[in-house]
């Protein structure tokens, strides 16, 4: 069983900031890439930025230079470190991992979201 947690979510002021975290838990043998997509309401849930396991990223156009991803690999913790917010930034966050379990399985997990509001 694996678990991927979120938290950091929140109600910002535009041009505020948020550190969101995501933790993976459980039976796990390895953590590959791992991302962070958003929902917002009445829209398709996209892509906000992935990282490697070495620790390339790569971010949405709608992002750059305003957020940073990274990863503790000790800690199976990833960030996402959310600047300049936006009211458009506005949805919910979720965490992915591709993980392999120590049962052998390779696949991709989610965590339940966590909220982001900005507004003022």
């Known amino acids: 069983q694996v678990q991927l947690v979120e938290s950091g979510g929140g109600l910002v002021q535009p041009g505020g900031s948020l550190r969101l975290s995501c933790v993976a838990s459980?039976?796990?043998?390895?953590?590959?890439?791992m991302g962070w997509y958003r929902q917002a309401p009445g829209k398709e849930r996209e892509r906000v930025a992935v990282i490697s396991s070495a620790g390339r990223t790569n971010y949405a156009d709608s992002v750059k230079g305003r957020f940073t991803m990274s990863r503790d690999n000790a800690k199976n913790t990833v960030y996402l470190q959310m600047n300049s917010l936006k009211p458009e930034d506005t949805a919910v966050y979720y965490c992915?991992?591709?993980?392999?379990?120590?049962?052998?399985?390779?696949?991709?997990?989610w965590g339940q979201g966590t909220q982001v509001t900005v507004s003022s």
């Open positions: 992915t991992a591709h993980i392999g379990t120590m049962s052998g399985v390779l696949d991709d997990y």
């Open positions: 459980g039976s796990i043998f390895s953590i590959n890439a």
